[in-house]
């Protein structure tokens, strides 16, 4: 009995073996690119008879938290990982990620510049571009033509705000300004981050001392909350590009400064009720037009605990090849690729013809600048966040500090004043100085 019991375990041990080998385990974001990834999977694995893939799909702020964890533990959970900018080159350097090895028909060298740079150390490609962005000024092009309001290509803040005066109707449904406000170093900071940038500011000095009670910081976050407290949604503090995308869908926003990734959803006549009234702009800049607008992807990674790495490399580059970006075209037309990573993208005709963004897009991502967005000299790179591994836990205090001012539980000062602390304590404790 005992010998028929152990065999039995013993076979059902090699049958949950067999099951999950060829299995690669991805994990990604809640988003409609990957989601639209997802569905398109069986492609991949027809081409690839043997390897199966299983989704983990989390909200952007559990998805870091997992990922991080992670990989820092060398937990191997995952095969594949979504993971961005700010992580790539860090991860990168401390040899948490496989460098990626393509071949010629993927043609990295189609890959925007702004891109492949970002997710590259010392010349080496560590994470492949999914979908990049940089962020831009969307509006409704009806709401402003009736207020008499028009946009310079590269409007101020000030030209903002005297817009979204103008065409702030709350009593007709509609807000002058949306913006993010929930608290999360990628969520209501990276916004903010580009703002106070584009007032003159920046998140550390040369000596990595931060500067978050500087003049910049005061004026822009004390510009933002009375931009969004006079014309803006109610419970803003809440909101990040979720749920913006909703209320602007819905036809609730006169403007909206986000990713550009967001417009292929708002011109979408399946998705949008104004699909045919949105106009472009780029980001919006007060005292310098460095760093007013970010640069991200959404990206691909190996890490260097997976078991699987040559099937997790064919996936990635299923994923983020040309011809991934063809079959998304041929599913549901153009106007729904994956978008700001490769030059041949933005060559199409059809895809220009499609996607009425496309040149306010990459005009945004092209002058984007990680290695100098910020008008005073900064040790660090990055456009709205800064690489460095004490970054996410200082962005997601400050975050939390933001989004108080913006819903009046704190003032400006109080909240700026508890993230410089809040900072200055992180830094020493990494021992970037005394």
Known sequence: MKLKASVSLVLGLTAAVAASAGEIVVATVNNGHMIEMQKLTPEFEKANPG??????????????????????????????????????????????????????AYDVDDLLPAMR????????????????????LMYRKDLADKAGVKFAERPTWNDVRDAAAKMHDPKAGVYGI?????????????????????????????????????????????????????????????????????????????????????????????????????????????????????????????????????DAQKFITWATSKEYIQLVAKTNGWGHVPTGTRKSTYANPEFLKAAVFAEAEKKAIDSANPNDSTLPKSPYVGVQFAAIPEFQAIGIAVGQQMSAALSGKTSVAAALKASQQVADREMRKGGYYK
């Open 51 to 104: 390897v199966k893939v299983k989704w983990v799909t989390l909200e952007e702020g559990v998805l870091r938290q997992r990922v991080t964890t992670d990989i820092a533990t060398k937990g191997g959970q995952f095969d594949v990982m979504t993971i961005g900018m700010y992580e790539t080159p860090i991860w990168g350097k401390k040899g948490w990620l496989n460098e990626l090895k393509t071949d010629a």
């Open 117 to 136: 740079n970002g997710l590259s150390v010392e010349g080496k490609l560590y994470a492949a571009p999914f979908y990049g962005e940089s962020s831009m």
């Open 178 to 310: 949306c913006l993010r406000g929930k608290p999360g170093w990628g969520d209501n900071m990276a916004f903010i981050t580009t703002m106070v940038n584009s007032f003159g500011g920046q998140w550390f000095d040369m000596g990595w001392k931060p500067q978050l009670e500087s003049k910049p910081w005061q004026e822009a976050i004390t510009f933002y909350v009375d931009l969004l407290k006079k014309y803006g949604p109610p419970g803003s503090s809440a909101n990040s590009f979720n749920e913006i995308l909703a209320l602007y869908n819905e036809g609730k926003c006169a403007m909206w400064i986000d990713a550009t990734i967001a417009a292929s959803f708002i011109t979408d006549p399946k998705q949008s009720k104004v699909a045919n009234k949105v106009a472009f702009a780029q980001g919006p800049y007060s005292a310098t037009q460095k760093g007013a607008n970010w640069l991200w992807a959404w990206a691909l990674a190996i890490p260097a605990g997976t078991k699987n790495a040559a």
